[in-house]
């Protein structure tokens, strides 16, 4: 699954340091445990336990003053063992008869 491309400018007071992040895409999902109990009348407990991703991306930076330092190249970067809950509210819309939180 690919993802939006991230840029931006570090201040380093002498000279500033442009950066990039691209061709990000996510390569893998882990999700060992899901968990999605309904509260009544209107509660929805979430929770997700030994989750995990790693993506792929490519990595720019060049300094806009001296040294004029700029650097390129691939990378890996996986989380792992992560574990999420919340709870949601629903409410009834009215006018299509569904549920939405």
Same mark, same amino acid.
């Given at each position: 699954?690919?993802?939006?491309?991230?840029?931006? =400018?570090?201040?380093?007071?002498?000279?500033?340091? +442009?950066?990039?992040?691209?061709?990000?895409?996510?390569?893998?999902?882990?999700?060992? *445990?899901?968990?999605?109990?309904?509260?009544?009348? +209107? #509660?929805? +407990?979430?929770? #997700?336990?030994?989750?995990?991703?790693?993506?792929?991306?490519?990595?720019?930076?060049?300094?806009?003053?001296?040294?004029?330092?700029?650097? +390129?190249?691939?990378?890996? *970067?996986? #989380?792992?063992?992560?574990? *999420?809950?919340?709870?949601?509210?629903?409410?009834?819309?009215?006018?299509?008869?569904?549920?939405? =939180?």
């Amino acid at each position: 699954m690919p993802l939006p491309d991230i840029s931006g =400018t570090f201040d380093l007071k002498v000279a500033s340091l +442009d950066y990039s992040l691209t061709s990000m895409v996510i390569n893998e999902v882990t999700i060992d *445990a899901f968990n999605l109990n309904p509260v009544p009348p +209107d #509660i929805l +407990d979430v929770s #997700i336990q030994n989750a995990g991703f790693s993506m792929g991306f490519h990595w720019h930076f060049k300094e806009d003053g001296f040294p004029y330092v700029e650097d +390129d190249g691939t990378g890996v *970067a996986s #989380i792992s063992s992560l574990s *999420a809950s919340g709870t949601l509210k629903t409410v009834m819309d009215r006018e299509c008869g569904n549920w939405r =939180t």
